[in-house]
């Protein structure tokens, strides 16, 4: 039996009033920390629609 991506929608509340919904594969999403100390997210993608 093949596996199903797991698929879902979920929300990146960041900051005061950012929020970045996401409906798909999470694993598309990289969170890390700068040499700042700063949080951030790096998104990949093939097509922008």
């Known amino acids: ?3 199903q991506a797991r698929v879902f929608k979920s929300i ?3 900051d005061k009033n950012f ?3 996401i409906h798909g594969n999470r694993e598309l999403i990289e969170q890390g920390v ?3 100390g700063r949080k ?3 998104i990949y993608y093939t097509e922008e629609s």
Do not use: E, R, V
């Open 19 to 21: 929020h970045i919904y």
């Open 1 to 3: 039996m093949k596996k």
């Open 34 to 36: 700068d040499p700042n």
């Open 12 to 14: 990146l509340k960041l």
């Open 40 to 42: 951030y997210y790096k």
